[in-house]
């Protein structure tokens, strides 16, 4: 399963490398100051302490994670995260852990480029309406809080936004329509909220999304035909959702799409021999939804599957051949579903146990019971 706080962006470890350095050319101003202190007072931090830097006139030196333009004196960045592996965090021997809510007095730091409030468990309350009016802001990070209300309907606004990542909060209503408009967005995560109502038909207008993490929320509807335009998602995690209807052919065609969750739906009908036959997909999850027929014999040479699982589904006839053909199958799961007939020898079969063939009506042979001649 695609986690959605697993993903390690190089933007990411050079924003957290840099979090609380000085840049002390031009003072910050007084109007940021400002901001910042009101910002700090929405939020309470008994236990770290990160806000004990924040001190004194000049906001671009010495306070923990704020950067400024050299030139400017303006707030460029505000990173502060409750990971373990920070610096302060590691010393003092704990993951960070604050409460309080996001204050829109963030929205006056408008010069801000990279915005990370990340992993704090407790801050709760929305995402202030006002933050889709930071033109420049390029990383909107709020992860692992416990955020709730809608996604702002304006995100749209925000052009030049590369990563959006609210995942592992309460976030709920609809994924707004003007998501589409951010046509720079590169890595989107809204996984593991409380989001509902369908995919946007126009999501495909993101050219650039290279992931798409939606998984464990309750998104419904059918897979919109769009999503065929993203010519550089690699990869996409829908799992755990209410989606309904077939599984589009076109996920075998993506030129770059390496890893596909689909998993813990309701999707039906068959499985395209074109997502089964792909040489890109390396994960590829179809479990537990309502899938029918057979499993298409369609591997080749090429096929390199690091995870194939399409258990608790009703898929009937054998076990496909060709499968031996594969140059490498790691996780194979075809539990749970009503298969039947001779688990054909050889590799990848003869390294798999018998949980990946249990379950199902009439199979037999390694690593199942042996076959009556």
């Not at 400017?72 to 010393?91: C, F, H, K, W, Y």
């Not at 993506?254 to 390396?282: A, F, H, Q």
Request: charged share 15%; proline share 5%.
């Amino acid at each position: 399963m695609a986690s959605s706080r697993s993903y390690s962006f190089l933007l990411f470890s050079v924003l957290l490398s840099s979090a609380g350095t000085t840049v002390t050319s031009a003072s910050c101003s007084r109007a940021d100051r400002e901001a910042l202190r009101e910002f700090q007072s929405g939020l309470s931090d008994p236990y770290i302490g990160i806000f004990t830097s924040w001190t004194g006139e000049d906001c671009c030196a010495h306070w923990y994670g704020v950067s400024c333009d050299p030139s400017t004196g303006r707030v460029a960045d505000l990173t502060l995260r409750g990971e373990s592996e920070d610096p302060i965090l590691t010393r003092a021997g704990r993951s960070g852990l604050m409460t309080g809510r996001i204050s829109p007095a963030i929205c006056r730091l408008d010069r801000l480029s990279n915005l990370i409030i990340a992993d704090w468990k407790q801050i709760s309350g929305p995402i202030p309406s006002c933050i889709t009016s930071l033109a420049s802001l390029r990383i909107l990070d709020l992860v692992g809080n416990r955020l709730s209300g809608p996604l702002p309907a304006n995100l749209g606004k925000l052009s030049h936004l590369t990563v959006l990542n609210v995942a592992d909060n309460q976030i709920s209503a609809q994924i707004p329509k003007s998501i589409t408009q951010i046509s720079g967005l590169m890595h989107l995560n809204l996984a593991s909220n409380h989001i509902s109502g369908d995919i946007p038909s126009d999501l495909g207008n993101l050219k650039m999304l290279s992931r798409a993490l939606l998984g464990r929320n309750q998104i419904s509807g059918k897979i919109p035909p769009s999503i065929s335009y993203m010519n550089r998602l690699a990869d996409l995690d829908l799992a755990e959702n209410q989606l309904w209807g077939s599984i589009p052919a076109f996920f075998g065609s993506m030129p770059v799409l390496s890893s596909l969750y689909l998993d813990s739906n309701r999707l039906s009908g068959l499985i395209p021999p074109e997502i089964l036959g792909s040489k890109g997909l390396g994960i590829l999850n179809l479990s537990r939804n309502e899938l029918t027929g057979l499993i298409a014999d369609v591997f080749t040479s090429r096929t390199y599957f690091t995870a194939l699982d399409l258990s608790y589904n009703k898929l009937t006839g054998d076990v496909p051949k060709t499968l031996s053909k594969a140059t490498f199958v790691g996780h194979l799961d075809l539990s749970h579903n009503h298969l039947c007939g001779r688990i054909p020898a050889g590799l990848p079969f003869d390294h798999l146990e018998a949980a990946s063939f249990a379950s199902n009506d009439c199979l037999c042979g390694w690593p199942l019971q042996a076959c009556r001649s």
